[in-house]
């Protein structure tokens, strides 16, 4: 084996898979075979690395042969305890103290990282990494090519160094030097002591502390690893996922046992389950074997869960992408996966709802709704591109499909993907009728306990659904006959199960009840079976008496009997309805019986309305069981989504129309409801009265109704009746019986299904009679028989004692009107004698205060049958989309046999008066009649144009209105394929320009309105009726077809131009009103124009339309503000999507909204006199104005973003250019974004929002980011839910739930955040040459003032950015791109700084008097920006090498290390204020010191924090500049006493408040500092002075750290008090006074704390109690006192 070590062309990065002691290793008996040793030295067992299973390793060299390999390298370990020693800071796997780290206290034991040997065998090798200096690989080959005493000599030459020694001559060497802080086995950080050896030294004494020089020379450090987050696996290449999904899990499990330690139970099983879940769910998309539906998913999901994780745990907020996993990334330059890519607008406004996901229900946290960027994607796809194509093309692929799938859920909490059949809510994509979604809801009966019937009899089981606040029913009931076992009696192996279809969004906002009503059919009484009364002797009897062919009962005494009712919310619907999922739930409905029989058509208000008193329990019915699961799409897609679960089906539809009937839809049924009656015992009159039988007149009655529909032949139509649905239709339907009531309630709904051609001559008929429970023998015929009613019977039966009946159109032309209807009752004899010719001419119904005996009977009726005094009262309901009720809807729809034109003109004039649902179910057919009056030979003086148009006005505002907006693609359908008037689009602009024409008219302005709300419809007319006739218009040759295609361009510009009058008057003021509503609405004619004008022309018509409206000014109420609204839309919809008009509208829109946000001037918006109130509303109306403005900035850079990744652009190089020149372009908002900022945070904004009530001043749980509706909230949000998210870490001593009940809510200003994105997204997209350009021409066009100006607002609000004030610390994505883009702007800024505001240089005459030309720098400006740079430098957001495994992974991907950029900006920028380096190098220092830079020696506490980085280039440019700040302080000064005492106070503050440096940084920082001063030719007095005061804050710090680095707890209380005397003593010796007494109040602090009686120190609670310098004596008594304790 070879004697030396050899390096590794690549880093080895790998994990043990077993463990490894050195100390067991050694004392084996036998060295193993794979050992390079023939004895363990207690060198080599010193260098051997102790691992357990899972410890990450990374080698760089090996030794030995093939199967007897050897590894040394770092071993990264969290499983030792650990030590001030031998701790190592690796950015590679630390598991630090950032603020992701399980909130403050909960962060997981650190890492310890040592350099040391281990056998290749007990590791399993992951992958190579190279170097991060890149030598290693150099190193390799030249060791290959030369040989190790070649290479050797190549590194002296290279380096300057003596050859190498041996390891142990160097340990030898760090035995004998006490003051190294390492030993061989000490840690070292990769990123700044790693060292060459034979051909890498495993330690070095750079970090001797000593003023004496090394006697070697420095040498090259061990090989770093490339940073990287360390857990990338081949599978997390194809599904990133899975190495998201491990990163956080490794984080979360560390935490487990910290919240165990704190007993916080509640969290450690919420966080137990995420993990769980999130593990199976990793396993899943590593076996790769769910389809492409359930992998996205299950993406979902997981992303979900982690977020979920974080927030519970005080974690970081985290966007990822929703559909491919990944980090979501948004840069516009470089090298861009568009599978992972968003813009970052959009990013932000998905953290924002990560964040508040629970306030906004939103599953996947997308983009809510009410923000503008919703509605600028495709509302049928998720708020995320396809990660197979990019996200700008639009054009299919495999995603597509999955895009547009159904979202979907885990049914279990432990499973992350289900069936898609059973498990989701169907969110598809509906077929022909695109766009129309309904809510339907699936019932299934699971169980039924209850014995309301006994053998040989049935039970029928109503189902439907029931509307509370309405108090009326939402559907059809769907009936189920049970026989006594309680399984359906034709079938009892089939399910009772139904699909009620079709609720609309409006019916499910209410409280919605499932209603089950059960009815006994049976014998009279309960329990008196047929058996019992000798209808039957046997079961087998009984079944074939009572049972037909259906299994309904047929036989004789069965009646049908009230029994009983159930209730249960369906809480579901409301859920789905908000967005939310539902994956079915089970219900149990108590079953309840009437207290009173006669109560029972209500008594499922009783139940809902608790009125206990109503109803009570029956032993005989226990409860019912249901299943409800609530699906939201279209009904077919939804079916064939889900076959297993509702094929075959039956479907429950609701009671009428639902929102929408499309073309071709056809629906003819009639609902009748038998309501009440009122009969009396003996009735008639006293002449020729025909009198009840003596079964009726001795008592209160049992009155059966049974129903028939009958020709005017007096034929039965057959199965016309339908109980519900489930059951076959019935001939005849029988009512049910209250026993001994004479005045009942029945409240049953029948349906009536019959053929549309015999309709018109049907009417109901029907049939009274008692029903005696003592009936024998052949019964009449119940449900199913096909026998008359009206039959005499047999001897035994009852017969009807009166009749009724009831045309289904009375006119013979419309339908019965829906209501209540109170039906003449005939009495009758000998039913059987009565003729339909009879009857049929004869009332029907007793209208208002009319008697029955004063009804004018025919003669032909009067001698059989005569009125009666009884009443009969029932109620109709058409739902049709062939038959109407309306007369006057009728007469327009058959105008052609109208007999003149005053009687079309009365029908058009009458139109207002038809009902909405009328119309919109002959939506068709209005439209068609009304074109047709509009070029019929009627209207050829064009009379009836206007009367017309005002028609069209209404159907189209009906369809424009919310109740009614799923009939909006009834009509698009219309339009594109029924509509055929090609004559109608010169006559409908006439009639608007008429209107225009008198804008302010008492009689047009209101119809004016009406028009202007449903304007793109009238001109979806307009433009399809030119384009059907230029069709006409194709063989008349192409000069008349362009002639005639021109004289319609200039009717639409008259009527344009018409419009822009409008928007220009200035009088009456009542006008403003039309103008608002002209300008909410004038976008949306904009896509039929587009039909009519090429993209250019259109944006010209845009152009005037706005130049138009901004006459106006913002003189009145709100309409400035709809102006904004209206340029939001243009930027939202297609003009601005197109790159030819793109460019036009950008430069307009810019120009609209310049002067409307920025900072509020109070003498443009108010006068001197105006008061408080005025001042506010005026104040409020500018910051909405602000939120409009920046959201449209938004909404363009969200488009521009993705024009700059889309390839077809960026492979356009003129194409490419343009969208920069767009960017560019939207940079001169810059200063107006930046005032914008200050001015929504200003006291006086909030000052006003404080005093102001109004929905813009009404505070919102869901924060309103980008508002795209008004009005809007503009106050900060306070959401509970997302406190979380908000304040970040948690102190380490209280769990979540415990600071989450105590905390103040925190506020998230979505203002604020809006601005502060939008200003970063601009940055972030505009190139640097740009971003410079902009400053160049703004210094030409301002002046240097005002630049200097712009400059110092820019580092105000970049400074607040950082600090946390516009976006919550724990969202990473958007605090992460905040650093990188103020990075970004840092290096235009420095150019800047550098050429415009440097005085110029002074000659060596001039050097005296350089300090009187001082004022020449505006040392303001200077320290702003040395301020932002350094406190981006030092922000905790870049420290990666603290940060948890899930952010450091999340940082490294997103942003890499920007230290290093912004090191060098900052040593420029401070050397570039100091003397020439001549002038610096000729006084000795090797820096640029002094000049301008003694005027910002303040910032010296800010740059010592940095100067203890462990980052190698910014700890080294912060010494130098620490080093120049010393230097130019004591020439200037004599001394350098001011830096002296900033040093101690913040080495104090950092290490003791703060906790930040350790002994790596401290070693490093003094001995960088030292090195500086040893290798400059300065004065020598000042090279003592620092060397001394660098003796002392080594001394310090260490002291420091030796009263830091103790335990807490009260045993080590005594330790800690003599580390403190120590530390005091030698802050007295160094004569730091105010440092002094700050140890004193502490020590008596833990004096107090320990109980110490206040007699041993009688002055203590003055020294605790007072900033104020104690005197010597108290200070002595302090010592001494703890000194005896």
């Not at 080959?141 to 160097?170: A, C, I, K, T, W």
């Not at 639409?1052 to 608002?1076: A, C, D, F, R």
């Amino acid at each position: 084996m070879s004697a030396r070590w050899q390096p590794l062309e690549y880093i080895i990065y790998g994990f043990a898979i077993q463990p490894l002691n050195a100390q067991a290793y050694s004392r084996l008996s036998t060295v193993p075979n794979n050992s390079p040793w023939d004895s363990f030295t207690p060198q080599v067992t010193s260098s051997i690395a102790d691992i357990e299973v899972g410890d990450e390793v990374y080698a760089f060299e090996h030794n030995g042969e093939q199967n007897n390999i050897w590894y040394r390298g770092y071993v990264v370990s969290t499983s030792k305890s650990p030590t001030v020693q031998g701790q190592l800071h690796d950015p590679m796997s630390l598991n630090g103290t950032g603020s992701a780290a399980g909130g403050g206290g909960m962060t997981a034991e650190e890492p310890q990282v040592s350099i040391a040997i281990f056998p290749a065998s007990y590791v399993h090798i992951r992958d190579e990494l190279p170097d991060a200096e890149g030598r290693l690989t150099e190193i390799y080959h030249s060791l290959q090519q030369n040989g190790v005493n070649g290479h050797m000599r190549s590194l002296l030459d290279r380096y300057g160094m003596e050859p190498l020694r041996e390891e142990d001559e160097f340990r030898a060497q760090a035995v004998d030097n006490p003051h190294s802080p390492r030993s061989p086995r000490s840690a070292t950080t990769p990123t700044t002591t790693m060292f060459l050896s034979a051909p890498f030294q495993s330690m070095n004494n750079i970090g001797d502390n000593r003023r004496t020089p090394s006697p070697f020379p420095e040498k090259p450090m061990p090989p770093r690893p490339s940073l990287k987050s360390g857990d990338d696996t081949a599978s997390g290449q194809v599904q990133p996922l899975v190495d998201e999904i491990a990163s956080a899990l490794r984080e979360w499990h560390s935490l487990l046992h910290t919240y165990l330690t704190r007993r916080d139970y509640k969290l450690f099983n919420a966080v137990r389950q995420h993990l769980e879940a999130l593990h199976l769910g990793r396993r899943q998309l590593l076996s790769e074997t769910l389809s492409a539906d359930e992998t996205a998913a299950l993406r979902k999901d997981c992303v979900v869960r982690l977020v979920r994780g974080n927030i519970a745990q005080g974690l970081d907020v985290i966007v990822r992408h929703p559909v491919w996993g990944s980090l979501v990334t948004v840069d516009v330059e470089g090298d861009i996966d568009t599978r992972s890519w968003l813009s970052a607008v959009r990013m932000y406004a998905m953290q924002v709802s990560l964040a508040y996901m629970d306030d906004l229900q939103n599953d996947y946290g997308l983009i809510p709704r009410a923000c503008a960027l919703h509605s600028a994607t495709d509302p049928s796809s998720l708020d995320v591109p396809d990660p197979t194509q990019s996200p700008i093309i639009g054009t299919g692929g495999p995603m597509a499909n999955r895009r547009a799938a159904s979202i979907r859920r885990p049914s279990h909490q432990m499973s992350i993907v289900s069936s898609p059949r059973a498990t989701y809510v169907s969110g598809s994509q509906p077929t022909s009728n695109s766009g129309v979604k309904f809510f339907h809801v699936y019932f299934e009966l699971r169980a039924f306990v209850a014995s309301p019937c006994s053998p040989g009899e049935t039970a029928e089981v109503y189902f439907s659904l029931y509307n509370k606040s309405a108090g009326q029913f939402l559907t059809e009931e769907f009936c189920a006959v049970l026989n006594h076992n309680g399984v359906l009696a034709r079938d009892n192996m089939s399910k009772v199960r139904t699909l009620f279809r079709d609720l609309g969004s409006q019916d499910v906002q209410d409280s919605i009840y499932l209603v089950c009503r059960i009815v006994r059919n049976g014998s009279m009484k309960l329990g008196l079976t047929p058996a019992s009364a000798g209808y039957a002797k046997n079961a087998q009897d009984v079944k074939s008496a009572y049972l037909d062919e259906f299994g309904l009962v047929d036989g004789a005494g069965m009646v049908r009997r009230p029994f009983g009712c159930a209730v249960s919310e369906l809480t579901q619907l409301a859920r789905v309805s908000a967005g939310g999922l539902d994956v079915g739930k089970e219900h149990t409905l108590p079953i309840f019986v009437p207290v009173n029989e006669a109560a029972y058509s209500t008594l499922h208000q009783d139940l809902i309305a608790s009125r206990t008193k109503e109803f009570e329990k029956s032993p005989r019915a226990e409860m019912l069981a249901v299943t409800i699961r609530v699906f939201h799409g279209e009904a077919s897609t939804i079916i064939k989504e889900n076959p297993s679960l509702l094929q075959d089906v039956p479907n429950t539809y609701r009671l009428g129309f639902p929102d929408v009937v499309f073309p071709g839809d056809v629906r003819n049924e009639v609902y009748i409801k038998l309501w009440s009656g009122e009969f009396n015992s003996s009735s008639g009159s006293a002449g020729n009265a025909i009198r009840l039988r003596k079964s009726v007149g001795g008592g209160p009655s049992n009155i059966q109704v049974t129903v028939e529909v009958r020709t005017p032949s007096g034929h039965t139509v057959e199965n016309a009746i339908c109980l519900g649905t489930g059951e076959p239709p019935l001939t005849y339907f029988n009512s049910m019986v209250f026993y001994h009531n004479n005045i009942p309630t029945w409240g049953e709904l029948i349906k009536l299904k019959i053929p549309a051609s015999i309709m018109p001559e049907c009417h109901l008929f029907f049939t009274f009679r008692h029903r005696s429970s003592k009936e024998k023998g052949t019964s009449i015929s119940l449900q199913g028989s096909h026998t008359s009613p009206t039959g005499d019977g047999g001897a035994n039966s009852e017969r009807p004692f009166a009749f009724a009946y009831l045309p289904l159109f009375p006119d013979k032309q419309a339908f019965l009107e829906d209501g209540s209807h109170t039906l003449v009752l005939y009495k009758a004899e000998k039913m059987a004698t009565i003729n339909v010719k009879d009857y049929f001419n004869a009332p029907f119904v007793v209208k208002a205060k009319q008697r029955p005996e004063s009804l004018p009977i025919p003669a032909s009726l009067s001698k059989t049958a005569v009125p009666s005094r009884d009443s009969f009262t029932i109620r109709s309901f058409l739902c049709s989309t062939m038959f109407t009720s309306n007369s006057v809807l009728l007469g327009l729809l058959h105008w052609e046999k109208l007999n003149d034109k005053e009687e079309i003109l009365t029908a058009l004039s009458q139109f207002t008066f038809v009902g909405e649902m009328e119309i919109v179910k002959f939506l068709r057919d209005i439209f068609d009649s009304l074109f047709a009056i509009l070029v019929s030979s009627v209207n050829q003086n064009n009379e009836m144009d206007d009367l017309v148009f005002n028609a069209l006005v209404i159907v189209l505002g009906i369809v424009q209105d919310r109740r009614f907006n799923n009939f909006q693609p009834v009509l698009d359908v219309y339009i594109e394929k029924h509509f055929t008037c090609a004559a109608a689009h010169n006559r409908m602009i006439r009639s608007m320009n008429r209107l225009l024409s008198n804008a302010a008219g008492q009689d047009t302005a209101s119809k004016l309105r009406a028009t202007l709300k449903v304007w793109h419809y009238v001109f979806k007319f307009i433009v399809r009726a030119r384009e059907l006739q230029k069709a006409k218009e194709a063989s008349l040759g192409t000069l008349a077809a362009e002639h005639l295609e021109g004289q319609f361009k200039k009717e639409v510009w008259g009527h344009l131009g018409e419009v822009n009058k409008l928007m220009s008057t200035l009088s009456p003021s009542s006008i403003i009103g039309t103008q608002t509503i002209a300008l909410q609405h004038f976008t949306t004619i904009l896509p039929e124009l587009s039909e009519v004008f090429t993209k250019v022309e259109l944006v010209s018509v845009v152009t005037a339309f706005a130049n138009a409206a901004n006459s106006l000014g913002n003189r009145v109420g709100k309409i400035g503000i709809w102006k904004l609204m209206m340029y939001l839309q243009l930027v939202q919809g297609f003009l601005f999507d197109d790159q030819e008009s793109r460019g036009l509208l950008l430069e307009s829109v810019v120009g609209w909204i310049k002067p409307c946000f920025g900072r509020y001037d109070e003498y443009l918006h108010i006068a001197q006199e105006d008061g408080e109130v005025v001042r506010d509303n005026s104040r409020v109306s500018w910051l909405e104005a602000i939120r409009l403005c920046v959201t449209i900035v938004a909404v363009m850079l969200d488009k521009l973003n993705k024009c700059l990744v889309d390839p077809i652009i960026a492979g356009d190089r003129r194409a490419f250019r343009q969208e920069q020149d767009n960017v560019e372009f939207l940079l001169s908002l810059l200063p107006r974004l930046l005032d914008s900022y200050r001015e929504l945070k200003s006291p006086a904004m909030f000052n006003a929002l404080a005093r102001h009530r109004s929905p813009a001043t009404t505070a919102s749980t869901i924060p309103v980011i980008f508002p795209g509706s008004y009005p809007f909230s503009i106050v900060p949000s306070t959401a509970n839910n997302a406190r979380r998210s908000l304040s970040g870490p948690l102190p380490s001593h209280q769990s979540f739930y415990q600071q989450h009940a105590t905390e103040k809510p925190l506020s998230f200003n979505p203002g604020l955040a809006d601005t502060a994105i939008t200003l970063l997204v601009l940055i972030l997209s505009a190139p640097r040459k740009h971003l410079v350009g902009f400053f160049e021409s703004f210094l030409d066009i301002e002046g240097k003032d005002n630049l200097g100006r712009l400059l110092m607002n820019y580092f105000h609000v970049a400074s607040s950015v950082l600090s946390n004030e516009a976006f919550p610390p724990s969202w990473l994505n958007v605090n992460i791109l905040a650093h990188k883009v103020v990075m970004k702007m840092s290096e235009p800024i420095a150019f800047v700084m550098l050429r415009d505001f440097v005085p110029q240089e002074v000659t060596n005459e001039e050097t005296e008097s350089g300090l009187a030309r001082m004022e020449e720098l505006d040392v303001n400006l200077w320290k702003e920006s040395f301020l932002l740079l350094l406190k981006l430098l030092s922000s905790d957001q870049l420290v990666i090498e603290e940060f948890s495994p899930q952010k450091r992974r999340a940082v490294w991907r997103l942003a890499n290390d920007i230290r290093g950029e912004g090191a060098a900006i900052l040593l420029r920028l401070w050397e570039a204020l100091g003397w020439p380096e001549a002038m610096s190098a000729q006084a000795g220092a090797v820096t640029r010191y002094g000049r301008y830079q003694v005027s910002l020696i303040s910032l010296v506490e800010q740059v010592l924090n940095i100067c203890l980085s462990h980052h190698d280039q910014l700890r080294s440019n912060a010494v130098q500049i620490l080093y120049s700040m010393i230097v130019s302080e004591y020439h200037h000064s004599g001394n350098f006493n001011e830096i002296q005492t900033e040093l101690v106070s913040k080495l104090d503050k950092l290490f003791m408040s703060e906790t930040r440096g350790d002994d790596i940084s401290r070693a490093f920082f003094i001995s960088q500092l030292r090195r500086l001063f040893e290798s400059s030719t300065l004065d020598e007095t000042l090279k003592n002075s620092v060397g001394d005061f660098l003796d002392s804050v080594d001394q310090f710090l260490g002291l420091l750290l030796s009263v830091r680095e103790l335990p807490e707890g009260e045993e080590y209380q005594d330790d800690r008090v003599i580390a403190t005397l120590r530390l005091m003593n030698f802050i007295r010796q160094i004569g730091r006074d105010e440092i002094y007494i700050k140890y004193v109040h502490q020590l008596v602090n833990v004096s107090n704390s320990l109980g110490q009686d206040s007699t041993e120190n009688p002055r203590s609670d003055h020294v605790t109690s007072t900033d104020a310098s104690p005197e010597p004596e108290l200070c002595r008594s302090c010592i001494n006192a703890e000194i005896a304790l």
